[in-house]
């Protein structure tokens, strides 16, 4: 069955220092998506992209994180420069259609910020 | 204000028994509905959706959901629980009619704790 995989499993990086998160998403998906978890929190919404553009983010998602779709598999996150409240497991997702399309999740990307 | 909330943030069953998770979400029209689990470690996979028709949907794993509009609740059933079901378990919800960007909203998410 495809899936969604996502690099790396789990970076520690210093406080201020840029990641990069990295995904492979299914193949015929068309649309992308990055969640986050807070450990003991709700999963959340970043942002969505379709189309390699931006069409929906959250007010998390602000001028510190940037996505891109590189090439024609890849789909990264990136944040400029981390904060601790940064820490978190980072999921990536993509999905056939919009509203109301199965979304399928990768195993997700353990960030740590010291 | 919309949510999805899941009321019950840690659930310990016996193994063999039924199980029922809660979920419940405020929205104007009828949104489609997802549960997901998660085991520790791993990422969160599907196990069963609701987009129309028959209330009752079938999922991997033994799972059902039953889609109740009149309590706007969506909750997960299993008949007996197996012990490689405990896992952290999450609804989810895409507000049909919203900026028809595939968002999803998650609960809190339930722990499913299973006593041998």
């Known amino acids: 069955e495809p899936e969604v995989t996502q690099t790396p499993s789990h970076q520690v990086t210093q406080m201020g220092q840029e990641v990069i998160l990295r995904c492979v998403p299914i193949?015929?998906?068309?649309?992308f998506y990055w969640y986050r978890q807070i450990l003991g929190q709700k999963v959340e919404f970043l942002v969505s992209f379709y189309n390699n553009e931006i069409s929906e983010k959250s007010e998390i998602f602000d001028d510190q994180f940037s996505v891109e779709r590189p090439d024609g598999s890849n789909f990264t996150l990136k944040i400029r420069s981390t904060k601790l409240e940064d820490s978190a497991m980072y999921f990536c997702a993509s999905g056939q259609g919009s509203s109301g399309n199965t979304i399928y999740f990768g195993e997700g990307s353990w960030l740590t910020v010291v | 204000a919309q949510s999805v909330t899941q009321p019950d943030i840690h659930i310990t069953v016996s193994e063999g028994a039924s199980l029922e998770l809660r979920c419940n979400y405020s929205y104007g029209a009828t949104p489609y509905l997802f549960w997901y689990v998660q085991s520790p470690g791993q990422g969160l996979q599907l196990l069963l959706k609701y987009f129309s028709g028959d209330t009752l949907v079938q999922g991997i794993k033994g799972f059902e959901a039953e889609f109740k509009r009149s309590q706007s609740s969506f909750n997960l059933r299993k008949p007996s629980v197996h012990w490689s079901d405990a896992a952290e378990y999450f609804c989810?919800?895409?507000?049909?009619?919203?900026?028809?960007?595939?968002?999803?909203?998650f609960g809190q998410g339930t722990t499913l704790q299973v006593k041998p």
């Open positions: 989810a919800v895409d507000p049909v009619g919203s900026s028809n960007t595939g968002k999803l909203i």
């Open positions: 193949s015929n998906h068309l649309y």
